[in-house]
């Protein structure tokens, strides 16, 4: 038990702890939209263009969530700008942007003499260096993300479903994605403390990729989502005290990791499951059933329509 216990025994530890569960909750939360929509490249583009906000802020002295959040609205304008005044796809100028703000923000900081510890800080995060102030400030994006994403779940399946559909039922898909955009920023900006902005996106996806795998519905992959995301947290913390690793790194290591595990496990079950059928009902009978594990069947939670999912059907209602 001491094993376990021993990494949360001092006040910064207990911080670093708290901190970590805040970002991976609303991380957690926010990723299964990024999944759902396919978005997670761009999720990747958004934890790296707050970095010349944030280095801003170390060189200038104000606050870094002030200069994150000024970052990111400069990211979704210029987004938006290249997408109206040229015939672009949003990918392309998702990578330009992408690069051109992560070098602005590496040119800004190697001004400062504390170049290195500087840049390894906003990049990489500082588990352990999280304050009461940190947390009351991940705590109050905590809230607003998961307020947002209650308030717009039915818009939000009916965007991950299809636009057009969405629009036909009344609803504002364009608002909806504007509005899933402010839920990104806020989860990064509220996270990148305790992770760092580039270790964030593991919180992001990972979570949310590995529930993609083991659910139905949104509201499963969302809540499994969460617990990854805490657990992974709270290991990522156990194996840096034990291991004498960087705890940023290792809590967004432990979603990943857990992917793949995931995903082999899933691999071998359905081979399994599908020689025993054969076994059973002959290669070729077509009595037999799927061989599609029941726990971990679902590829995609929208994608695939079971009694348990919801369908076009649920999703009437607020004209977000």
């Given at each position: 038990?001491?094993?376990?216990?021993?990494?949360?025994?001092?006040?910064f530890?207990?911080?670093?702890?708290?901190?970590?569960?805040?970002?991976a909750?609303?991380s957690?939360?926010?990723?299964?939209?990024?999944?759902?929509?396919?978005?997670?490249?761009?999720?990747?583009?958004?934890?790296?263009?707050?970095?010349?906000?944030?280095?801003?802020?170390?060189?200038?002295?104000?606050?870094?969530?002030?200069?994150?959040?000024?970052?990111?609205?400069?990211?979704?304008?210029?987004?938006?700008?290249?997408?109206?005044?040229?015939?672009?796809?949003?990918?392309?100028?998702i990578?330009?942007?992408?690069?051109?703000?992560?070098?602005?923000g590496?040119?800004?900081?190697?001004?400062?003499?504390?170049?290195?510890?500087?840049l390894?800080?906003?990049?990489?995060?500082?588990?352990?260096?999280?304050?009461?102030?940190?947390?009351?400030?991940?705590?109050?994006?905590?809230?607003?993300?998961?307020?947002?994403?209650?308030?717009?779940?039915r818009?939000?399946?009916?965007?991950?479903?299809?636009?057009l559909k969405?629009?036909?039922?009344?609803?504002?898909?364009?608002?909806?994605?504007?509005?899933?955009?402010?839920?990104?920023?806020?989860?990064?900006?509220?996270s990148?403390?305790?992770?760092?902005?580039?270790?964030?996106?593991?919180?992001?996806?990972?979570?949310?990729?590995?529930?993609?795998?083991?659910?139905?519905?949104?509201?499963?992959?969302?809540?499994?989502s969460?617990?990854?995301?805490?657990?992974?947290?709270?290991?990522?913390?156990?194996?840096?005290y034990?291991?004498?690793?960087?705890?940023?790194?290792?809590?967004?290591?432990?979603?990943?990791?857990?992917?793949?595990?995931?995903?082999?496990i899933?691999?071998?079950?359905?081979?399994?499951?599908?020689?025993?059928?054969?076994?059973?009902?002959?290669?070729?009978?077509?009595?037999?059933?799927?061989?599609?594990?029941?726990?971990?069947?679902?590829?995609?939670?929208v994608?695939?329509?079971?009694?348990?999912?919801?369908?076009?059907?649920?999703?009437?209602?607020?004209?977000?």
């Amino acid at each position: 038990m001491e094993w376990l216990l021993d990494p949360f025994a001092l006040g910064f530890q207990q911080r670093a702890l708290i901190g970590g569960m805040l970002a991976a909750v609303m991380s957690a939360v926010v990723g299964v939209w990024l999944v759902l929509r396919g978005m997670s490249f761009f999720g990747d583009a958004f934890v790296h263009a707050v970095v010349p906000g944030i280095a801003a802020s170390v060189i200038f002295g104000f606050s870094p969530y002030l200069g994150a959040g000024i970052a990111a609205v400069v990211m979704v304008t210029g987004m938006e700008l290249v997408h109206r005044t040229t015939s672009l796809k949003e990918d392309t100028s998702i990578g330009l942007l992408f690069v051109g703000m992560l070098g602005l923000g590496v040119v800004m900081i190697s001004t400062l003499e504390s170049f290195a510890g500087s840049l390894t800080t906003i990049l990489f995060g500082d588990a352990l260096g999280v304050s009461r102030q940190d947390i009351i400030a991940q705590s109050v994006f905590l809230v607003v993300v998961v307020l947002m994403s209650l308030m717009l779940y039915r818009p939000l399946l009916a965007l991950s479903f299809s636009p057009l559909k969405a629009k036909s039922l009344g609803m504002r898909p364009q608002l909806t994605h504007w509005l899933l955009l402010i839920m990104i920023a806020g989860a990064v900006i509220g996270s990148f403390q305790a992770v760092g902005t580039v270790l964030v996106f593991g919180l992001l996806v990972g979570p949310a990729a590995t529930a993609a795998l083991l659910t139905r519905s949104v509201p499963q992959m969302m809540l499994v989502s969460v617990l990854i995301g805490v657990t992974s947290v709270a290991t990522g913390l156990i194996i840096s005290y034990h291991a004498d690793t960087a705890a940023s790194a290792t809590m967004a290591m432990v979603p990943i990791v857990l992917f793949f595990v995931v995903l082999a496990i899933r691999d071998i079950v359905r081979r399994i499951r599908s020689r025993a059928l054969r076994s059973e009902y002959g290669p070729e009978d077509p009595d037999a059933p799927e061989a599609e594990p029941a726990l971990l069947a679902a590829q995609h939670p929208v994608a695939n329509q079971t009694s348990t999912q919801p369908t076009m059907a649920h999703v009437k209602g607020p004209n977000a």
